[in-house]
C-alpha cells in the first residue's frame, strides 16, 4: 500500500511537556501552509460562557542562532614596518 508523504496544508500538535510557566502553551507542533511550514503553538482557554478553546498562534520555525568564530586577535597599529630608526 503506498503512503501518502505529501504534507501541504497538514500540520501535527503534541501536549507540551515542557511547560513550566502560563504563559507557556499548553501544546506546540507545526504545520505545512499551501508549501511553507511554520511552528504552531495552541493554549487551552475558557470562554466567559464556560465553553473550552483553543488559542492557536504560528510563527516562523526557529532556527538556531549559529555559532560565531572567535574574533581574530586585533593587529597592533603603526608597527607593520621593522624599519626601526633606533
Known sequence: ??????????????????KTEDKHPDYRGTINV???DKDISAWIKVAKSGVKY???????PYVKPAE???AAAPQPVGLEDDNIPF
Open 1 to 18: 500500500m503506498a503512503e501518502n508523504n505529501d504534507d501541504t496544508n497538514r500540520g501535527v500538535l503534541f501536549k507540551n511537556d515542557r
Open 34 to 36: 499551501n508549501g511553507v
Open 54 to 60: 483553543l488559542s492557536i498562534a504560528a510563527s516562523d
Open 68 to 70: 560565531t568564530a572567535p
